[in-house]
């Protein structure tokens, strides 16, 4: 299943947890790299990647997650995964798994580098 299925989302008080959950492909022919991230919008907001992990394993984060959240990704399930810790209200937003095939530069991550996205869950963090 290339088309990534997020899950996990919910409301929590700030300084608890969540753990978000995306069904997606990480063995597709013909393709032995490949970028996975997550990515948030909230409202009146652009779209911002939150971390990156590639097929070498390497993780990438934006400076404000950095030492809360962690991406990992399970081979044998096709899971990636983004655990949450320390939420703050301004983590609030619609959290998107998206990934591409073909590639292990997976940028800050640039959204416009992949062309496979969910549907997205929601987190909202109340203070």
């Known amino acids: 299943q290339v088309q990534p299925v997020e899950s996990g989302g919910g409301s929590v008080q700030a300084g608890g947890s969540l753990r978000l959950s995306c069904v997606v492909s990480?063995?597709?022919?013909?393709?032995?790299?490949?970028?996975m991230a997550w990515f948030r919008q909230a409202p009146g907001k652009e779209r911002e990647g939150v971390g990156s992990?590639?097929?070498?394993?390497?993780?990438d984060y934006i400076d404000s997650v950095k030492g809360r959240f962690t991406i990992s990704l399970d081979n044998a399930k096709n899971t990636l995964y983004l655990q949450m810790n320390s939420l703050k209200p301004e983590d609030t937003a619609m959290y998107y798994c998206a990934a591409f095939y073909g590639g292990s530069y997976c940028g800050a991550p640039h959204a416009e580098l992949y062309n496979y996205w969910g549907q997205g869950t929601q987190v909202t963090v109340s203070s």
């Open positions: 992990i590639n097929s070498d394993g390497y993780k």
């Open positions: 990480t063995h597709v022919p013909g393709y032995s790299s490949y970028c």
